[in-house]
T-cell receptor, first 113, second 114 residues
């Protein structure tokens, strides 16, 4: 099993450009999450989904949109990238909610110049 | 406000010495508690978890953690640290009451000196 796969692994964007990060899991998990990791701030929840067709806001949702059209995929979009969105982005999935083990992707390092 | 606090940003220990990483949470109910480890350039891996029952839980790689309700703490320990334990460690809380979220502390970077 691949587990949780994120694409791309690295990306450099110019301010104002848009992009989509893809997260795919093959574990039939219901819940999926997008986090951003910044030095000294741990992982902060951007958006999450409790099932196919659902999305919800986390702690830092501004500037991001998400979609969960298929159970196995969770997309994170940046419509107009800003330097403040330079970060490492992690996708995670759990069988149920936050009380079950989360499986993480390898991360996407995004730089906005 | 609800939070997960890891008071130590960096910790340095000698190889073979014991280790304790601190974690405190401030939620009303007893949450589900986790410790994750992140090696450089990698994703996060679960070390151990506490849901209920015995307050001392064992995890992988020789780690253990103790839940203390009276102190709202879930500290991670290892009796003898190995150089390969150098990594960043995150305490996390799973919350059913708050939209099924998994909330992380800021992390503690462990350095191991030989």
């Amino acid at each position: 099993n691949a587990g949780v796969t994120q694409t791309p692994k690295f990306r450099v964007l110019k301010t104002g450009q848009s992009m989509t990060l893809l997260c795919a899991q093959d574990m039939n998990h219901e819940y999926m999450y997008w986090y951003r990791q910044d030095p000294g701030m741990g992982l902060r929840l951007i958006h999450y989904s409790v099932g196919e067709g659902t999305t919800a806001k986390g702690e830092v949702p501004d500037g991001y949109n998400v979609s969960r059209l298929k159970k196995q995929n969770f997309l994170l979009g940046l419509e107009s990238a800003a330097p403040s969105q330079t970060s490492v982005y992690f996708c995670a999935s759990t069988y149920r909610g936050g009380w079950t083990e989360a499986f993480f992707g390898q991360g996407t390092r995004l730089t906005v110049v | 406000a609800q939070s997960v606090t890891q008071p130590d940003i960096h910790i340095t220990v000698s190889e073979g010495a014991s280790l304790e990483l601190r974690c405190n949470y401030s939620y009303g109910a007893t949450p589900y508690l986790f410790w994750y480890v992140q090696s450089p350039g990698q994703g996060l891996q679960l070390l151990l978890k506490y849901f209920s029952g015995d307050t001392l839980v064992q995890g992988i790689k020789g780690f253990e953690a103790e839940f203390k309700r009276s102190q709202s703490s879930f500290n991670l320990r290892k009796p003898s640290v190995h150089w390969s334990d150098a990594a960043e460690y995150f305490c996390a809380v799973g919350l059913m009451e708050y939209g099924n979220k998994l909330v992380f502390g800021a992390g503690t970077i462990l350095r191991v000196k030989s």
